[in-house]
């Protein structure tokens, strides 16, 4: 009987390549305990209910170590991680008229204030929010010191 829970183990590993979360190892896990199982007892329900038991337990109780070491911290990336970054306005951003552009790392993007507010040139503007090809910006207020 313990090819059976052998077989079962690989086809376990395999079907665990296949797929995103990280549930299907401890099932094959188990089959390699109770392969192990199998060769002291050859009562199919001891073994049956051994893969029940321990396959659960793997699962419940690995859960917080498996969340704690995955990632699932999302980076922002591309556009979306220009949001919160200044720029220097290269053209008036004038609302009505639908003009207006800043330069951020380098790179000219149309802009649009927020709250439809005019902007002048050479303006330090922060980007607040991405909407399609457009930066919506709002000026930094400076504080000074008197």
Known sequence: MWQFWLI????????????????????GVA????????????????????FVISSGLLILLTKP????????ETIPTNVFSMIGKRAIVVQDIKCIEGLGQI??????????????????KNSEVEIVEIKGVKAIVEPIKLAYKN
């Open 103 to 120: 330069k951020v790392n380098g790179e000219i993007w149309s802009a649009e204030g927020i709250n439809e507010t005019d902007i002048p």
């Open 31 to 50: 089959a390699l305990l109770t392969m192990i199982v199998s060769f002291f007892t050859s009562n199919i329900i001891i073994q049956t209910s051994f």
């Open 65 to 72: 170590f498996v969340n704690k070491v995955a990632n699932n």
């Open 8 to 27: 079962a183990a690989g086809v376990f590993f395999i079907a665990e390549i296949f797929t995103v979360g990280f549930l299907i190892f401890w099932l």
